[in-house]
């Protein structure tokens, strides 16, 4: 049986179309952009093609708006600093309560060591933004608002542009950690006031390492690492070449395949979804049906721990993940799911589902045939499980 | 994804003495739900002897949770009470081979539902045992009495320690400060009881880590072995460990060539690839680490022109 891959949000297998462009790159095109002789030029010529192929994934107008980056952790921090140094005088920041890390604990940090204040944005029980409390949020202290495009746990996705359109209302700039939608949602962002994007490579089948952050034409940068005068002084460092190259190509094939996405992909999740709801009861689909990334799934089951569930799916050869706080090392469960008041009960039990154009049928029907069991030993085990749904278990302390 | 042993692995795939116990006399429910693990023990024990004759489990919580409570079971059927109360965490951990630092909190649990089970079986209120110190962290219900048994029994000195075996201050933090008192007061006293090393005791006016013990780093240079040799025991010693280097050097189609042995300077003549190649210094530099360490006295390798 061939491995299942269903942890596409964490990171994707690279396309090996993307390796073959970017293996000339190692050993034959090896010069360094910057250098005044023909081992540098032709590398330039290279990295321009890269940064037009990302232009066009993302519509946008120019693609001197493309910087390259370490990863959609460096375009996250970037952009929040760089918004606080440009924007004089205005010490806060506005985004939501489930952002990705890269956000949230940059936010932690500038309000500890900064005093920056910072509005998280709650959501409701589906994971929607609570769009008054947002706009409320935004004052002419707001040096940025940050809301991701669709968040990386449930797939929901966020009405970004209106989002762009409000912060600036407020004079605040507007960023979107689009780190998971990028190749899943098309984008047009010429027609957009959103100021500031991250995106990350290895999400989109490219290599890890290499990302990106869009920054409008117009709007004033700061770079986060200083040093040489690379990509116009806005990320200092000698270009990853190979790096820069596999994401350009990557964008390339996300735009060719994102129709797929759309319809092959969202077919699959979608039987997975329907067959698990079916088989195993006590479980429910978090996130927001209605606005939702195709290939992402995150369904609850109630009673059971996420790890000992991964555990087992890994023995019978399928990869997924868990917003359960025993597999990530710490202790709470995802901060997404207690966001949306999922109960504790079933919050521990939530097993994410992503997928990409790399899974098939066959995927499908060997999590539907493994799963079920699984839950059911688990459910045996736990002392919350009574076939009634009646709790047996009273401890005498918690 | 965590290291876990085989031995964990094998009683999470396979748990033992999972289930219910119906005719249960001792039984001991800890954690809840929203903390992310439970656990019922439930002992069958003589009344005559007082041996534990039978156990069994029920857990949520993650793989190790699992295969803690598993492993506590098979520990304490065929053991008395009084032995059974004697087990510690650490005891559990050491049966399953060891459990990632993050984890440990899963055989202190398992190390508190006995005791539960055991006060049960007794007919104590464990209620009151957990009102002996003030509630410390809300998040995970882990009081000052649990805190300070993991401490002492586990010889823990940071925060970051008492977390990982119990839980507290693993969520909202609030509660650091708090830790960071019952830390120091245990740390201290153990001191006082000369269980522990001053050095090593949490002191919150400290933040700077106390500094590692200074490595014994052997100089290249420095002698290894006492006594001394004839220059002609080691100039044969030299010989024999250049000729136990000469085919690692042959398979990079190079060679090495004993010209010399000088006091503690050995002459070499490098040959084939060896001659010109960038890497030709730290060859020699490798010749003489394995020199010294063969012959056990400092020696300085000196490559002569091989024409």
């Known amino acids: ?45 290279a990295l321009r093609f890269a940064r037009q192929q990302m232009q066009a994934l993302l519509g946008a107008e120019f693609d001197h708006e493309i910087v390259w980056t370490g990863g959609g952790t460096e375009s996250d921090n970037t952009a929040l600093l760089s918004a606080l140094e440009t924007q004089g005088g205005r010490d806060e920041i506005v985004t939501t309560a489930v952002e990705h890390p890269a956000i949230l604990n940059t936010c932690a940090w500038l309000e500890k060591s900064r005093g920056i204040k910072v509005h998280y944005i709650p959501v409701d ?180 721990e996420g790890e000992g569930i991964l555990l087992l799916l890994s023995k019978a050869g399928i990869a997924a993940s868990s917003g359960s706080a025993c597999t990530s090392g710490s202790l709470e469960p995802s901060h997404v799911l207690r966001a949306m008041n999922v109960p504790y009960t079933a919050a521990h039990g939530a097993i994410r589902f992503s997928f990409s154009r790399d899974n098939v049928d066959e995927d499908v029907d060997q999590v539907l045939e493994a799963l079920p069991p699984i839950i059911e ?14 709790t047996g278990f009273s401890p005498s302390y918690v | 994804m965590w290291d876990y042993t085989d031995k964990v692995k094998e009683l999470f795939y396979n748990p033992k003495n999972a289930g219910v116990l119906e005719e249960a006399n001792a039984v001991g429910e800890v954690g809840a739900i929203s ?43 065929g053991k008395t009470v009084d032995e059974a109360m004697a087990l510690t965490n650490q005891d559990i951990a050491d049966y399953l081979g060891g459990l990632p630092p993050e984890k440990m909190h899963c055989s202190v649990m398992g190390h508190e539902a006995l005791r539960a089970a055991i006060a049960n079986w007794k007919g104590e209120a464990w209620v009151d045992d957990h009102e002996e110190g003030a509630l410390v962290c809300k998040c995970f219900g882990v009081d000052e009495g649990m805190v300070e048994r993991a401490i002492r029994i586990n010889g823990l000195t940071s925060v970051e320690q008492v977390t990982h075996f119990t839980k507290a201050a693993g969520s909202c933090g609030t509660c650091v400060e708090a830790v960071e008192g019952v830390l120091a007061r245990t740390n201290a006293a153990m001191v006082a ?39 002609l025991q080691k100039i044969r010693l030299v010989e024999s460990a250049i000729e136990e280097l000469r085919p690692f050097l042959k398979r990079d189609g190079g060679d090495c060539e004993l010209v010399d042995v000088d006091g503690d300077r050995v002459l070499v003549k490098l040959s084939g690839a060896c001659v010109g190649c960038q890497m030709a210094s730290v060859t020699v530099n490798g010749i003489q680490e394995k020199l010294i360490e063969l012959i056990g006295q400092p020696l300085r390798v000196i490559p002569v022109p091989s024409h």
């Open chain 1, 125 to 304: 029980s589906r994971g929607r933004l609570d769009i008054e409390a947002y706009r409320r949020a935004l004052s002419p202290r707001t040096a940025i608002a940050s809301v991701m495009w669709a968040n990386n746990e449930t797939g929901t996705i966020f009405p970004v542009e209106v989002l762009a359109e409000l912060a600036h209302e407020a004079g605040a700039l507007f960023h979107t950690d689009a780190v998971q939608a990028v190749g899943k949602v098309p984008m047009t962002l010429r027609d957009s006031e959103i100021d500031l994007l991250s995106l990350s490579g290895h999400k989109l089948h490219a290599p890890k390492g290499i990302g990106a952050l869009y920054v409008r034409k117009g709007v004033r940068l700061r770079p986060l690492i200083r040093g040489g005068h690379q990509e116009r002084g806005r990320r200092a460092g000698t270009e990853n070449v190979p790096g820069i190259i596999g994401l350009g190509k990557a964008a390339e094939l996300a735009l060719l395949h994102m129709d797929e996405e759309n319809t092959r992909v969202r077919a699959l999740r979608d039987r997975l979804e329907k067959g698990l709801l079916q088989r195993i009861g006590n479980s429910f689909v978090t996130g927001d049906a209605g606005s939702r990334l195709p290939n992402t799934s995150n369904i609850a089951f109630e009673y059971v």
């Open chain 1, 377 to 390: 030993k688990l459910r045996a085990l736990s002392p919350f499980w009574a076939k009634d749904g009646a």
């Open chain 2, 193 to 231: 009881e000369g269980k522990l090393e001053a050095a090593l005791a949490f002191d919150p006016a400290n933040s700077v880590p106390a500094p590692r013990r200074a490595r014994q780093k052997q100089s290249p240079l420095a002698p290894v072995k006492k006594g001394s040799l004839t220059t």
């Open chain 2, 35 to 77: 903390c992310g693990d439970a656990l019922k023990l439930m002992l069958k024990v003589d009344p005559q002897t007082e041996v534990i004759t039978e156990a069994k489990f029920q857990t949520f919580g993650c793989g190790s949770a699992i295969a803690s409570s598993s492993a506590l079971t098979e520990m304490v059927i």
């Open chain 1, 1 to 45: 049986m061939r491995p299942v891959y269903l942890d596409n949000n964490a990171t994707t297998r690279v396309d090996p179309a993307i390796v073959e462009v970017m293996l000339p790159f190692f050993t034959e095109q090896f010069g360094n952009a910057s250098s005044m002789h023909a081992f540098g030029s032709s590398v330039g010529g």
